[in-house]
């Protein structure tokens, strides 16, 4: 979902969030969540969710360099890294000058982010007929895009942000659908700009630079951050006066690169957000 900016994003009620991905019933089988939502059992000295073994190992940097080329510059270990990999469906693109924002963004708040423009174009017509087109299709649950599409490699290394045309079999040309958000009251009858699972994230291709650059941080963000509420954050977080972040929400970015693991299996429960603005509150 994306805030300020579009208007759309009436908030949803806890009680309809939860009944939405269905867990509104057996809350009972989440409140251990706290123990296991973390996985320490590899070093990981930067803090990334990159293990330390993964950044030495020369087979993955090989295996990397023969998905993406000269544009993957390789990781260190003790530099937090975050690897964007992003996947074209149809003829949609991202402008260069976006890519650049936020890259050097990113890397002014250290984090040595790297933009992996996948290499193999999706054809929107087979994406849409082996998967269909809504938020769920694509990101999450049995044979969505995200679980066939994306190597294994690189699931719990790389944030995969998808870029897709946006449906136009409705007025909402530019907005993809989600039946999570519709049934939550959020969106424009559920259709959203973007959408984001923190460790992935599908955005509709956007014609406007500046629209685009906040969308795509926006939902690269949500790796960690939640939307925020307070008028002075003019963050793309929040009224996204700004193509930026706030200092806050910089360090706490920083702090969260390790969402980027699947940690749980069940992730989409655990996205940091639906944790903290809805889960948590009812476990209390
Ligand atoms: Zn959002």
Known sequence: MVTGGDGDDRRPTRRLLLRSVGVAGSLSAV??????VRDRSFDDSDGDGIPDETKQSTSFHRRLRSIFGNQFGGLEVGRPELLLDVRYVGDTSIYPVTKRTIVDLLRTHGIHAQWLDYPTRYDAETISEQYGG???????GRNSFYSEEVENALKNVA??????PGSTATSDEGRIYSHWMDAAGGGVDGYVNGF???NRAVVADREDRLEE??????????LVLCHDNDPENTGVMGTAEEVDLMDHEWEQFRNGLDNVRDTTGYDLIFRPCLWEENLSAVLE
Request: charged residues 5%; hydrophobic residues 60%; glycine residues 10%.
């Open 31 to 36: 409140s251990g969540v706290g123990s296991f």
């Open 134 to 140: 809504t938020v769920k299709n694509l990101l999450w």
């Open 159 to 164: 944030l995969q942000l998808l870029v897709v």
């Open 196 to 198: 984001s699972l923190g």
């Open 213 to 222: 650059a906040a969308l795509v941080l926006h939902e690269i963000a949500h």
